[in-house]
């Protein structure tokens, strides 16, 4: 059973493995998406090739489309083990580019607060900067995931007028269009990051998959310790 699915837009990027749910017989309890995008649209935004990854996705609205009673919605802390997810939709952008239809996650645990950007682009941050809900997220935001994977398309400078991130993390391919890893490590205020093989802690900015390769984030809690959070890379 899959408590919380987010699929934060239907691009065949982001929907690469959504067969193997049905292949593995999952159970998804309470599925978020930007439900109200047409299957012309979804369709239209992706191509001929990644068809079937789209017809699995629109098969989920009907599979896993439960309703869920008040006070037992996954994403509330006390339901959640204290876990917090908040999600930020822009539905008002024009279609044409359904990044902008992305939605933003916010996950928070122990006082620390983690805002996924999907692949929104600046249409849609100035969309939901109009969102008080989403502003008041943003302000507390200690590790960005970088919108559009780290790319000059996903930046929207407007957004760090509010949002000050300890970290940036940029989730990309080898091979990529553009990089605005440099644009997104002026906004954070720094972070100590631990090398996997030992090596000293650094203050790092921005932390990318194409050089650090896997990274880790641990965030834990108790009472008795209070809280730490490590970052870890290859």
């Known amino acids: 059973m899959i408590d919380l699915l987010i699929v934060t837009h239907p691009h065949g990027d982001h929907i690469d ?3 193997l749910l049905s292949q593995l017989c ?3 309890r309470q599925l978020s998406r930007p439900q109200w995008l047409t299957e012309q649209e979804v369709y239209a935004a992706n191509q001929l090739a990644d068809y079937t990854k789209v017809a699995n996705y629109l098969g989920m609205n009907s599979t896993f489309s439960q309703p869920i009673l008040d006070g037992q919605r996954v994403g509330d802390a006390p339901v959640s083990g204290g876990v917090s ?5 822009s539905s008002t952008c024009g ?5 902008n239809h992305s939605l933003a996650v916010g996950v928070g645990y122990a006082g620390f607060n ?10 849609s941050w100035r969309c939901l900067l109009e969102n008080p809900a989403f502003v008041d997220a943003a ?13 000059f398309s996903g930046y929207c400078a ?11 993390l940029i989730s990309d391919g080898r091979q990529q269009d553009t990089d605005a890893t440099d644009r997104y490590s002026r906004h954070a205020t720094g972070f100590s990051v631990r090398p996997r093989n030992g090596g000293p802690h650094q ?32």
């Open 26 to 28: 999952f159970q998804v």
């Open 139 to 151: 302000r507390y935001t200690d590790l960005f995931v970088a919108s559009h994977h780290g790319r």
């Open 17 to 19: 493995e959504i067969g």
């Open 158 to 168: 407007d957004l760090f007028e509010i949002m000050k991130p300890k970290l940036c």
């Open 85 to 89: 997810v908040e999600v930020f939709t």
């Open 203 to 234: 203050q790092r900015y921005a932390v990318t998959t194409r050089t650090d390769g896997f990274i880790d984030i641990n965030v834990n809690f108790s009472i008795l310790a209070g809280r730490t959070i490590d970052v870890w890379v290859n």
């Open 95 to 99: 279609r044409s580019n359904i990044n």
């Open 114 to 123: 983690i805002m996924v950007g999907g692949d929104n682009e600046p249409p």
